[in-house]
Protein backbone atom coordinates (compact mmCIF):
# COMPACT_ATOMS: atom_id res chain seq x y z
CA UNK A 1 0.00 0.00 0.00
CA UNK A 2 1.62 3.14 -0.89
CA UNK A 3 1.91 6.30 1.32
CA UNK A 4 -1.35 7.88 -0.47
CA UNK A 5 -3.24 5.19 0.67
CA UNK A 6 -1.62 5.05 4.07
CA UNK A 7 -2.86 8.62 4.46
CA UNK A 8 -5.77 8.49 3.45
CA UNK A 9 -6.50 5.57 6.41
CA UNK A 10 -5.43 7.27 8.69
CA UNK A 11 -8.00 9.65 8.00
CA UNK A 12 -10.89 7.77 7.48
CA UNK A 13 -9.70 6.25 11.11
CA UNK A 14 -9.89 9.62 12.58
CA UNK A 15 -13.23 9.99 10.86
CA UNK A 16 -14.55 6.87 12.24
CA UNK A 17 -13.90 8.24 15.79
CA UNK A 18 -15.38 11.45 15.67
CA UNK A 19 -18.53 10.05 14.36
CA UNK A 20 -21.97 10.30 16.14
CA UNK A 21 -24.29 8.71 13.33
CA UNK A 22 -22.82 5.94 10.71
CA UNK A 23 -24.41 4.28 7.76
CA UNK A 24 -22.58 1.77 6.11
CA UNK A 25 -23.86 0.26 2.54
CA UNK A 26 -22.44 -2.93 1.46
CA UNK A 27 -22.51 -4.92 -2.46
CA UNK A 28 -22.06 -7.92 -3.90
CA UNK A 29 -17.85 -7.14 -3.18
CA UNK A 30 -18.11 -7.89 0.10
CA UNK A 31 -19.75 -11.50 -0.01
CA UNK A 32 -17.43 -12.33 -3.43
CA UNK A 33 -14.52 -12.17 -0.92
CA UNK A 34 -16.20 -15.66 0.97
CA UNK A 35 -16.77 -16.88 -2.63
CA UNK A 36 -20.84 -15.56 -3.13
CA UNK A 37 -21.34 -15.61 -7.00
CA UNK A 38 -23.69 -12.77 -8.17
CA UNK A 39 -26.92 -13.83 -9.61
CA UNK A 40 -25.38 -13.68 -13.47
CA UNK A 41 -21.95 -15.55 -12.05
CA UNK A 42 -24.24 -18.48 -11.14
CA UNK A 43 -25.50 -18.75 -14.27
CA UNK A 44 -22.44 -18.68 -16.22
CA UNK A 45 -20.91 -21.64 -17.82
CA UNK A 46 -22.63 -24.50 -19.48
CA UNK A 47 -24.70 -25.58 -16.53
CA UNK A 48 -28.47 -26.07 -16.50
CA UNK A 49 -29.33 -22.47 -15.41
CA UNK A 50 -27.43 -20.47 -17.96
CA UNK A 51 -29.81 -21.22 -20.93
CA UNK A 52 -32.83 -19.33 -18.53
CA UNK A 53 -33.58 -14.97 -18.73
CA UNK A 54 -32.49 -14.10 -15.09
CA UNK A 55 -36.18 -12.83 -15.35
CA UNK A 56 -37.55 -16.46 -15.41
CA UNK A 57 -35.74 -17.49 -12.39
CA UNK A 58 -36.00 -13.98 -10.17
CA UNK A 59 -39.54 -12.78 -10.80
CA UNK A 60 -42.92 -13.21 -9.92
CA UNK A 61 -44.17 -13.86 -13.35
CA UNK A 62 -41.72 -16.21 -13.51
CA UNK A 63 -42.85 -18.09 -10.40
CA UNK A 64 -46.75 -18.32 -11.63
CA UNK A 65 -45.67 -19.64 -14.62
CA UNK A 66 -42.99 -22.64 -13.40
CA UNK A 67 -42.77 -22.37 -9.73
CA UNK A 68 -41.00 -25.35 -9.59
CA UNK A 69 -38.32 -24.20 -12.12
CA UNK A 70 -37.56 -21.42 -9.60
CA UNK A 71 -38.00 -22.60 -6.62
CA UNK A 72 -34.94 -25.29 -7.58
CA UNK A 73 -33.23 -22.61 -8.62
CA UNK A 74 -32.92 -21.21 -5.03
CA UNK A 75 -32.46 -24.37 -3.51
CA UNK A 76 -29.31 -25.03 -5.67
CA UNK A 77 -28.30 -21.50 -4.96
CA UNK A 78 -28.86 -22.26 -1.32
CA UNK A 79 -26.89 -25.70 -1.69
CA UNK A 80 -23.74 -23.89 -3.24
CA UNK A 81 -23.89 -21.17 -0.42
CA UNK A 82 -24.27 -22.95 2.32
CA UNK A 83 -20.82 -23.81 3.69
CA UNK A 84 -19.67 -20.25 3.27
CA UNK A 85 -18.92 -18.31 6.12
CA UNK A 86 -18.47 -14.46 7.09
CA UNK A 87 -15.44 -12.97 6.13
CA UNK A 88 -12.84 -10.25 7.60
CA UNK A 89 -14.76 -7.47 6.29
CA UNK A 90 -18.08 -8.92 7.68
CA UNK A 91 -16.87 -9.61 10.89
CA UNK A 92 -14.90 -6.25 11.51
CA UNK A 93 -18.39 -4.48 10.52
CA UNK A 94 -20.01 -6.77 13.49
CA UNK A 95 -17.76 -5.82 15.94
CA UNK A 96 -17.91 -2.47 15.28
CA UNK A 97 -21.61 -2.30 15.58
CA UNK A 98 -21.27 -4.38 19.32
CA UNK A 99 -18.58 -1.59 20.06
CA UNK A 100 -20.36 1.32 19.35
CA UNK A 101 -23.67 0.02 20.86
CA UNK A 102 -21.77 -1.11 23.97
CA UNK A 103 -20.36 2.30 24.42
CA UNK A 104 -23.24 4.20 23.56
CA UNK A 105 -21.86 7.17 22.12
CA UNK A 106 -21.91 6.03 18.07
CA UNK A 107 -24.94 4.80 16.13
CA UNK A 108 -23.61 2.44 13.33
CA UNK A 109 -26.64 1.27 10.82
CA UNK A 110 -25.90 -1.69 8.23
CA UNK A 111 -27.48 -1.77 4.83
CA UNK A 112 -26.75 -4.47 2.66
CA UNK A 113 -27.95 -5.62 -1.26
CA UNK A 114 -27.06 -8.95 -0.41
CA UNK A 115 -29.24 -12.05 0.46
CA UNK A 116 -26.65 -14.18 1.17
CA UNK A 117 -27.01 -13.93 5.60
CA UNK A 118 -23.56 -13.56 5.99
CA UNK A 119 -23.81 -10.08 8.22
CA UNK A 120 -25.88 -12.11 9.97
CA UNK A 121 -23.97 -14.84 10.31
CA UNK A 122 -21.11 -12.77 11.80
CA UNK A 123 -23.42 -10.98 14.20
CA UNK A 124 -24.84 -8.04 12.96
CA UNK A 125 -28.85 -7.94 14.42
CA UNK A 126 -31.37 -7.83 11.09
CA UNK A 127 -34.18 -5.88 11.06
CA UNK A 128 -33.76 -3.63 14.09
CA UNK A 129 -33.59 -0.39 12.16
CA UNK A 130 -33.56 2.55 14.21
CA UNK A 131 -31.53 0.94 17.32
CA UNK A 132 -27.12 1.38 17.12
CA UNK A 133 -25.82 -2.09 15.56
CA UNK A 134 -28.96 -2.88 13.31
CA UNK A 135 -28.43 -4.42 10.07
CA UNK A 136 -30.80 -3.83 6.78
CA UNK A 137 -31.21 -5.98 4.34
CA UNK A 138 -32.67 -4.43 1.33
CA UNK A 139 -32.86 -7.02 -0.80
CA UNK A 140 -34.55 -9.56 1.33
CA UNK A 141 -32.62 -12.83 2.85
CA UNK A 142 -32.29 -16.33 0.61
CA UNK A 143 -32.24 -18.45 3.57
CA UNK A 144 -35.96 -16.87 4.75
CA UNK A 145 -39.17 -17.73 2.89
CA UNK A 146 -42.95 -17.03 3.40
CA UNK A 147 -46.20 -17.93 1.50
CA UNK A 148 -47.03 -16.47 -1.31
CA UNK A 149 -50.64 -15.49 -0.19
CA UNK A 150 -50.73 -14.83 3.41
CA UNK A 151 -47.18 -14.00 3.96
CA UNK A 152 -46.59 -16.79 6.92
CA UNK A 153 -42.94 -16.95 7.48
CA UNK A 154 -41.20 -20.28 6.70
CA UNK A 155 -37.64 -21.25 7.01
CA UNK A 156 -36.54 -24.74 8.60
CA UNK A 157 -39.70 -26.15 7.62
CA UNK A 158 -38.75 -26.59 4.01
CA UNK A 159 -35.17 -26.76 3.96
CA UNK A 160 -33.95 -29.60 1.37
CA UNK A 161 -37.24 -30.11 -0.33
CA UNK A 162 -37.14 -29.58 -4.24
CA UNK A 163 -40.79 -29.57 -4.64
CA UNK A 164 -42.48 -25.81 -4.17
CA UNK A 165 -43.84 -26.16 -0.50
CA UNK A 166 -47.17 -25.75 0.61
CA UNK A 167 -47.77 -22.87 3.37
CA UNK A 168 -49.67 -24.93 6.73
CA UNK A 169 -51.85 -22.04 7.42
CA UNK A 170 -53.23 -21.62 4.13
CA UNK A 171 -52.07 -23.66 1.28
CA UNK A 172 -50.45 -21.26 -0.39
CA UNK A 173 -47.49 -21.50 -2.16
CA UNK A 174 -44.16 -20.90 -0.57
CA UNK A 175 -41.39 -18.78 -2.18
CA UNK A 176 -38.02 -17.01 -1.08
CA UNK A 177 -38.09 -14.45 0.86
CA UNK A 178 -35.99 -12.19 -1.57
CA UNK A 179 -36.54 -8.89 -3.96
CA UNK A 180 -37.54 -10.34 -7.76
CA UNK A 181 -37.43 -8.04 -10.85
CA UNK A 182 -40.15 -5.55 -10.66
CA UNK A 183 -41.17 -5.79 -7.13
CA UNK A 184 -40.72 -2.60 -4.72
CA UNK A 185 -38.67 -2.74 -1.85
CA UNK A 186 -39.91 -3.70 1.77
CA UNK A 187 -41.61 -0.14 2.85
CA UNK A 188 -40.17 -0.10 6.48
CA UNK A 189 -36.40 -1.19 5.21
CA UNK A 190 -36.14 1.08 2.62
CA UNK A 191 -37.69 4.33 5.34
CA UNK A 192 -34.53 2.73 7.81
CA UNK A 193 -32.06 2.90 5.19
CA UNK A 194 -33.12 6.78 4.05
CA UNK A 195 -33.45 7.21 7.78
CA UNK A 196 -29.62 6.44 8.68
CA UNK A 197 -28.09 8.02 5.28
CA UNK A 198 -30.24 10.82 6.03
CA UNK A 199 -29.10 11.37 9.93
CA UNK A 200 -25.62 10.30 9.60
CA UNK A 201 -22.55 11.86 9.72
CA UNK A 202 -20.34 9.55 7.54
CA UNK A 203 -21.32 7.19 5.24
CA UNK A 204 -19.10 3.98 3.93
CA UNK A 205 -19.99 2.55 0.49
CA UNK A 206 -18.22 -0.75 0.58
CA UNK A 207 -18.03 -3.39 -2.05
CA UNK A 208 -20.56 -1.84 -4.68
CA UNK A 209 -20.15 -0.08 -8.16
CA UNK A 210 -23.20 2.38 -6.43
CA UNK A 211 -24.80 1.76 -9.52
CA UNK A 212 -27.95 0.02 -8.74
CA UNK A 213 -30.53 1.99 -7.40
CA UNK A 214 -32.55 2.59 -5.49
CA UNK A 215 -29.75 2.05 -2.74
CA UNK A 216 -27.29 3.97 -4.86
CA UNK A 217 -29.03 6.85 -4.30
CA UNK A 218 -28.47 6.50 -0.16
CA UNK A 219 -25.05 8.04 -0.87
CA UNK A 220 -26.44 11.14 -2.63
CA UNK A 221 -28.74 11.60 0.07
CA UNK A 222 -26.51 11.41 2.80
CA UNK A 223 -23.87 13.74 0.99
CA UNK A 224 -26.85 15.98 0.62
CA UNK A 225 -26.97 16.38 4.59
CA UNK A 226 -23.41 17.00 4.91
CA UNK A 227 -21.85 13.42 5.74
CA UNK A 228 -18.29 12.54 4.51
CA UNK A 229 -18.46 10.02 2.06
CA UNK A 230 -15.85 6.96 1.98
CA UNK A 231 -15.45 4.40 -0.52
CA UNK A 232 -13.62 1.23 -0.49
CA UNK A 233 -13.43 -0.91 -3.07
CA UNK A 234 -10.73 -3.15 -5.04
CA UNK A 235 -11.97 -0.57 -7.92
CA UNK A 236 -12.50 3.01 -7.42
CA UNK A 237 -15.82 3.82 -8.96
CA UNK A 238 -16.07 7.27 -10.70
CA UNK A 239 -18.57 8.91 -8.17
CA UNK A 240 -17.80 12.58 -7.89
CA UNK A 241 -19.09 12.45 -4.39
CA UNK A 242 -17.14 10.68 -2.65
CA UNK A 243 -14.45 12.52 0.27
CA UNK A 244 -12.36 9.79 0.70
CA UNK A 245 -10.87 6.51 -1.89
CA UNK A 246 -9.46 3.63 -0.39
CA UNK A 247 -8.49 0.55 -3.13
CA UNK A 248 -8.20 -2.81 -1.83
CA UNK A 249 -10.44 -5.60 -0.61
CA UNK A 250 -12.57 -4.87 1.94
CA UNK A 251 -11.73 -8.05 4.32
CA UNK A 252 -7.98 -6.22 4.24
CA UNK A 253 -8.85 -2.91 4.44
CA UNK A 254 -11.49 -2.71 7.07
CA UNK A 255 -9.51 -4.34 9.90
CA UNK A 256 -7.07 -1.82 8.99
CA UNK A 257 -9.55 1.53 9.40
CA UNK A 258 -12.06 -0.06 12.69
Known sequence: MDKAQETVIK???QLIKQAKRVCILTGAGVSAESGISTFREAQDGKGLWSQYDPKQLASLDG???????????????????????????????????????ASGKQQVTLVTQNVDGLHQQAGSDPDLYEVSGSLVELHGNIWQNHCLQCGEKHSD??????????????????????????????????????????????????????????????????????????????????????DYQIKGKAGKVLPLVF
Open 63 to 101: FLKDPEKVWQWYQWRREVNQDKKPNPAHIAISQWQKQAK
Open 11 to 13: EVK
Open 157 to 242: DVTGTQQVPKCKPCGGQVRPSVVWFGEALDEKKWQAAETAAYCCDLFLSIGTSSQVYPAAGLMMLAKSQGAKIVEINPEPTQSTVV
